[in-house]
């Protein structure tokens, strides 16, 4: 990635960041992710797509009913 100032790189840390807590699993935590958007997965949902710092990360997820 090139990045054209401070700012452009403050913004991919943080979205970095929120990939990194929230969305990706981990497997020394046993797949289970840091923080979670919410506790509850409901898996009849639709299946919904995520991308992040010009689809560099990906996150699938299932929406809420």
Do not use: C
Not at 4 to 18: C, K, M
Not at 25 to 44: A, D, T
Not at 49 to 55: D, F, T
């Amino acid at each position: 990635m090139i990045f054209f100032g401070e700012q452009s790189l403050r913004v991919a840390l943080a979205e970095l960041e929120t990939y990194s807590n929230r969305e990706r699993p981990h497997q020394g935590l046993g797949n289970k992710i840091i923080k979670p958007e919410s506790e509850s997965q409901n898996p009849e949902g639709q299946v919904a797509h995520r991308n992040r710092l010009e689809n560099m990360l990906n996150y699938d997820y299932r929406k809420a009913g």
